[in-house]
């Protein structure tokens, strides 16, 4: 059976993106992200009409150093030859940016008379489980590619297992929370979904309470992890938010505000709030994943989206599902939790 070639385009929010991917079992051929956080930095936070304007910028080249870093591996093909279908992230995410590349996937599906396929940014997440990437493969960077901004390129080999159903999916990111249910390939269930912040909005306006930048969660890891351990009783207990609530929503901001309250009396230990705040997180999100795979008999549990980068949510997680369930756990590598 011939194998469909995917070009797939993402631009949901501050990173743009292009991989070419075969399937089934999904293979990444190549896959080239640019990264804007040096540009919202100086803001602590995403600002969305400089994201537009950077997508605007690097999509082209973003695209087409996918197609050609794969023809590099695969000389006799000529750039966009072989691409049968071209998948862009459609939504949620920032308006400004999503349109540059939906803008450019329909353009080049039109020119190229290839069906164009919108993608759901939350399944996009789920999805992550089903591939793997591999580090940049070092003759990228000898043929002397010019530098995008902080771009990085990979490929990768298709997973030796794929999750099975029915499945447990928590998707944690910056503009979403959700716990989903899935008996079936793209047939989705939502158990629950926070109900004010999401997970990463909530790691973010905690950075930024605690002035620590911008992205708040990889700043909020970084603090925590110079917690010494003898500092450990340097912070007041967080509340676990709807931890014991017999449904399966979330509730985070209620945690900004103990964090903010904490803050404002000045006496507290940075890495140690960080740290606390960080454990509360991972506790709500962990014990309601294992709560849900339990009732619904899950074969396999899987984590995903800018949060699923957090180690202290990726360890703890697995642990209690492998100690609790005999459903697997899968976490996309790294380079694949976030957008
Ligand atoms: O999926 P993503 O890249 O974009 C959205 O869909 O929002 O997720 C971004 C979110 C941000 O809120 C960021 O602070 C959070 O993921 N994040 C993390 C970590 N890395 C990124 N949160 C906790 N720990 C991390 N290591
Ligand atoms: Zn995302």
Known sequence: MKQVKILAI???CDETAAAVASGL???ILSSVVASQIKLHQKFGGVYPEMASRAHAEKIIPVINRAVSNRAISNRAKKYFDDIDVIAVTAGPGLIGSLLVGVNAAKTLAYALKKPLIPVNHIEGHIYANFVSENPPPSRLLKKGLRPLLSVRATAGQPLAENPQFPLIALTVAGGHTALILMRRHLDYQ???ETLDDAAGEAFDKVARLLNLGYPGGPAIEAAASKLSTNNRQLTTKLLRPMIDSDDFNFSFSGLKTAVLKIVKTK???KP???GEFQEAVSDVLTTKTLKAAQKYQAKSV???GGV??????REKLEHQIKKY?????FIPQLSLCTD
Not at 308 to 313: D, E, K, P, S, V
Not at 325 to 329: L, R
């Open 25 to 27: 079992p999904v293979k």
């Open 267 to 269: 006496k507290f230990n």
């Open 302 to 304: 899987l984590l995903g």
């Open 10 to 12: 993402e631009s949901s």
């Open 325 to 329: 369930t005999d459903a697997q756990i």
């Open 272 to 274: 140690a709030l960080a």
């Open 190 to 192: 939502i158990l629950g």
């Open 308 to 313: 699923a980068a957090n180690q202290n949510l």
